[in-house]
C-alpha cells in the first residue's frame, strides 16, 4: 500500500461525503404543502366565532352593570372622605374652645 | 393608513370573512408550523392558535404589513413559544454532535420526522435532513424553514422576521454552514 493509495482512497471518501452532505442538503427540494385537515379547521373556526358571539353578547350588559357599581362605590368612597374630613376639623376646633375654656377657668397650672 | 375592505370586515367581526380568510392561510400557516415543529399535532394546535389569535387582535393590526406577513409573524412567533416551552414531545432517535467534539455531543433522542409533502425517493434523508434543523439556532431555523418549506422569498422573510435583507441572508448561510456541519457528523457516525 502505497502513500498515493491512502491518497487516493481519502479523496474517495471526502468526495462521497460531499455527494452525500449535497444531496440531503437537497433533500427538501420539490417540497409539496401538506395539508391540514379540512374538518378539524372548520371545527375550531366554528369554535371561535361563537366564542366571539357569546362573549359580545354578554359584555354590554355586565361591563355597563360593573361600571355603575364602580361609579356609585367611588362616589361613596369620595363622599365618605369629605364628610369625615369635615366632621375631624369640626371636632378638633370643638376640643380646643373647649379645651382653652376649662384651662381658662381652672388659671395658670403651677408647679 | 388605509386598511383593506378584508380587515375592516374582520374587525366588524363578519364571520364569512374569517371563514374565508382561514380557508385561504390554513395550509401556509399550518406548513410553517409544521416545518418548524416537525410534529404534526403541535402544528394543528399552533394552527389554531394562530386563527384564534388573528380573530381577537386584528383591531390591534395598524396595516403597516401584508396581512400575510401579519398571520406569517404570528405563526412564527407561536412556533416558538411551542419550541421554546418544551411542549414538543421528546422522541429517541440518533446520536448528533453540534461541535464534532465528543465533549460537547448533543444526543438527541428524537424519532425521524417524516413530512408528508416530501417525494417518496428524498424521505429518509429529509428526515435527516429535519433533525439537523432542530439543533439550529430560532433565528436561522425560522429563515431556513421559511426559505425551503414555505418558498418564501428573502424579502418576505425580511418583512416577517422584522430584520433586513442582508441579515436574512447571512442567516440562510450560517443556517447552511451549520446543516453541512451536522450532516458531516451525521455521516461519519452513520453512512459511513
Known amino acids: 500500500m502505497t502513500a498515493g493509495f491512502y491518497k487516493n482512497q481519502h479523496q474517495k471518501d471526502m468526495n462521497a461525503k460531499e455527494k452525500w452532505i449535497n444531496e440531503t442538503m437537497g433533500a427538501l427540494d420539490g417540497i409539496r404543502r401538506a395539508h391540514v385537515n379540512p374538518e378539524l379547521i372548520d371545527g375550531f373556526t366554528t369554535k371561535i366565532i361563537h366564542q366571539k358571539q357569546k362573549t359580545s353578547k354578554i359584555r354590554p350588559a355586565v361591563l355597563w352593570r360593573v361600571a355603575a357599581t364602580l361609579a356609585i362605590l367611588i362616589s361613596l368612597n369620595i363622599l365618605g372622605a369629605i364628610y369625615y374630613r369635615q366632621s375631624y376639623n369640626t371636632s378638633q376646633e370643638t376640643t380646643k374652645a373647649v379645651a382653652s375654656e376649662y384651662l381658662y377657668y381652672l388659671g395658670p397650672i403651677k408647679l | 393608513m388605509v386598511l383593506s375592505p378584508v380587515i375592516k370586515k374582520l374587525r366588524e367581526g363578519d364571520e364569512q370573512t374569517f371563514r374565508e380568510l382561514v380557508e385561504q392561510f390554513r395550509e401556509r400557516v399550518f406548513n410553517t ?44 412567533q407561536k412556533s416558538l413559544e411551542h419550541i421554546r416551552s418544551g411542549q414538543r414531545k421528546k422522541r429517541s432517535g440518533f446520536i448528533f454532535s453540534i461541535f464534532g467534539m465528543e465533549d460537547q455531543v448533543n444526543i438527541a433522542t428524537e424519532a425521524p420526522f417524516y413530512h408528508p409533502g416530501i417525494q417518496l425517493e428524498n424521505r429518509e434523508r429529509a428526515a435527516i435532513l429535519f433533525s439537523a434543523i432542530a439543533k439550529l439556532p430560532v433565528n436561522q431555523r425560522t429563515a ?49
Not at chain 2, 399535532?41 to 406577513?69: K, P
Not at chain 2, 418583512?159 to 446543516?179: F, N, Y
Open chain 2, 33 to 76: 408550523a409544521l416545518g418548524m415543529l416537525q410534529h404534526q399535532q403541535n402544528a394543528e394546535d399552533v394552527t389554531q392558535e394562530v386563527f384564534l389569535e388573528v380573530f381577537r387582535s386584528v383591531a390591534r393590526f395598524r396595516g403597516d404589513c401584508s396581512l400575510s406577513t401579519w398571520i406569517y409573524r404570528i405563526t412564527v
Open chain 2, 144 to 192: 431556513f424553514v421559511l426559505h425551503k418549506v414555505d418558498g418564501l422569498s428573502q424579502t418576505e422573510i425580511a418583512e416577517i422576521m422584522k430584520v433586513t435583507i442582508s441579515s436574512v441572508e447571512s442567516l440562510m448561510v450560517r443556517a447552511k454552514q451549520r446543516l453541512r456541519e451536522l450532516l458531516a457528523y451525521y455521516y461519519e457516525k452513520n453512512e459511513k
